[in-house]
Each structure stands twice: as C-alpha cells, then as structure tokens.
C-alpha cells in the first residue's frame, strides 16, 4: 500500500511515518492487489488532541475512518482498528460486488478553511468526483465511509440521490428533480 502521510500543525517525524506505515501495513492482506491501493493520511493536532483521518480510495469502495485522542500513537491504533472492522464487517459484501460491471470510485478532496478568513457558517467542503452506482452499492458505500448519508449518481433513477440512515434504522432515498 502506498501512504502519503500530511500533518496539519504538527510536524511528521521519521517514528510517526514508520509507525502508521507499519499499522497501515495490517490491511494489505485484505487487498489482491496492495501495491495498487493510495492511502491518504492526514494527521491534525489541536488543544493536546491529535487527530488522524485515513481515507482509502480503491476501484470498487472507499474506506474512512478518523480517530482523536491525547496520545497520537494510541490514535493510529484506533485507526487501525476502525478500518480493519470496516473490511472484516463488509467483506461478504464487498466480495459479492466484485462481479459489478463499472469500477466504481470516489475520491475525496477535503479543504478546509482556515481560522483566520472571514467568520463563515460553513467550516469544511469536500469535493467528491461521482461514479454512476445502485442505491445498494450508495448504501454499501455509505457504511463504509462511516456517515449518515451519502450523495452519488443514481444509475437506477438517472439522477443525483442522496441516501440517508433513519432514526429506525431504515435508510431513505433524496432524488434531485431536472
């Protein structure tokens, strides 16, 4: 797996490298093809709380997980562990949508806005390239990343849909009208 590690207000040391490439390096046995797989890590620190976000984009899912404590190498274990559940709760999932037609991708591009422009109520975007997926597959991918709903493009309406967890823990469909 390839790790391109940032850190945000913090400085990335040769330990903290080595010690996430190391953990990171426990969910290569899940892939058929690791050297492929580009992980994104991004490492914050603030207020003594350090916070980590890996994102794990691949042809068929993404994985997500983000984890803050006061320790940032108990951080990276949490991490770890958060997305090693995600792929041993999902993996009969995944593996029966590895038959699917397109690959399906979507990459996430955070930018968030700094502290010092003009106050705003919105503190983060996420930019997000969508592929056409079934509402199954938006649900599928929705619990991997670990969110309460997911936007894509709906192959089954032609349209952009937004699924969403209910309270009951049902799950809801938006379809946006032309």
């Not at 010690?19 to 690791?34: I, M, P, Q, S, T």
């Not at 797989?37 to 916070?51: G, R």
């Not at 938006?138 to 309270?167: P, T, W």
């Amino acid at each position: 797996m390839n790790i391109n590690i940032r850190g945000d207000k913090i400085e990335i040391t040769d330990s903290i490298k080595k010690y996430v490439e190391d953990k990171l390096a426990r969910l290569d046995k899940y892939y058929d093809n690791a050297s492929s797989i580009n992980a994104k890590v991004l490492i914050k620190s603030k207020n003594d709380l350090d916070t980590i976000e890996v994102t794990i984009p691949t042809n068929k899912f993404t994985l997500r997980a983000e984890e803050t404590n006061n320790d940032l190498y108990a951080a990276i274990d949490l991490v770890t562990d958060v997305l090693e559940r995600q792929i041993r709760k999902n993996k009969t999932r995944l593996n029966s949508h590895k038959k699917a037609e397109p690959d399906f991708a979507f990459a996430y591009v955070a930018e968030t806005i700094e502290d010092n422009e003009k106050p705003s109520t919105i503190v983060k975007r996420k930019t997000i390239e969508s592929k056409p997926m079934s509402e199954e597959e938006a649900i599928l991918q929705m619990e991997l990343i670990d969110h309460d709903f997911f936007v894509f493009k709906n192959i089954d309406q032609g349209c952009f849909s937004v699924v969403y967890k209910r309270k009951d823990g049902n799950y809801g469909i938006i379809d946006s009208i032309e």
